[in-house]
């Protein structure tokens, strides 16, 4: 069968509201599969790169949490959506902090003190309270995040001198196609996150997923499994 451009294969779907109807699908059996409670994972669509249209289609079908790497790109695209729960997973610039504040209700990017302190006194200054999560490195081939050991000591430093909300841990899988480096690298930032304390463990992206889940993630980060290729 020859296939138009722009159609997809038998099966396969075909627009964001299916794929995140499939993805959804996937999870839930995931999660039962593992003895979770489905309803304790949050999804946030990472939607750089991605057309306007599509984000709408994605919101429509019911996605509640978007996540962006890029603050002008954000803005510019939350402009034109409904509301939404906002995610700024991108790294952050101290001289960017007050839009952040302004921009997005988490901020799971807090990669060293004086990320987490911009935050926090931008918050103060804007009279808004975000929820934070401190990124962990836990891959060879990531520059940003700090080493897991590290996690609880700046989570503390930042809760009592600096009042932000610090509510887990984030972060980004290694680029191994072996699985066994994946769940390693994973294992510790799950331990990372049972040291700073709090509800969320943002961990698995369109490729680890599945892995995140049985690590104990409660928050996927999914761009391509939900909105196709990026521009
Ligand atoms: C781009 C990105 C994602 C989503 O990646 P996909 O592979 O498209 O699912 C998730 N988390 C972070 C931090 C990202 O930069």
């Given at each position: 069968m020859k296939l138009e451009i722009g159609e997809s294969p038998?099966?396969?779907?075909?627009?964001v509201a299916e794929r995140i109807e499939g993805m959804r699908e996937s999870i839930a059996a995931e999660a039962r599969a593992l003895g979770r409670d489905p309803r304790g994972i949050v999804l946030v669509g990472v939607?750089?790169?991605?057309s306007v249209e599509r984000v709408r289609e994605a919101l429509e079908a019911g996605l509640t949490d978007l996540g962006e790497n890029y603050l002008q790109e954000a803005r510019d695209k939350f402009a034109a959506l409904p509301a939404v729960r906002k995610h700024f997973i991108g790294h952050i610039q101290t001289n960017k902090a007050k839009a952040i504040v302004e921009t997005f209700?988490?901020?799971?990017?807090?990669?060293?003190l004086d990320a987490g302190v911009a935050i926090a006194r931008a918050q103060a200054k804007a009279g808004k309270r975000v929820r934070a999560l401190i990124q962990v490195n836990?891959?060879?081939?990531?520059?940003f995040g700090v080493r897991a050991d590290e996690a609880p000591g700046l989570a503390r430093r930042l809760r009592e001198d600096?009042?932000?909300?610090?509510d887990g841990v984030m972060a980004i899988g290694p680029l191994s196609p072996d699985p066994r480096v994946v769940r390693e690298a994973f294992a510790a930032a799950a331990a990372a996150f049972a040291a700073v304390g709090?509800?969320?463990?943002s961990l698995g992206m369109s490729g680890d997923w599945r892995e995140a889940l049985a690590a104990g993630s409660t928050m996927l980060r999914l761009g391509t499994a939900l909105f196709g290729a990026r521009a």
């Open positions: 038998a099966g396969a779907p075909s627009s939607s750089k790169k991605q209700d988490v901020v799971q990017s807090i990669d060293r836990v891959s060879p081939s990531e520059r600096e009042g932000l909300e610090v709090g509800t969320t463990l």
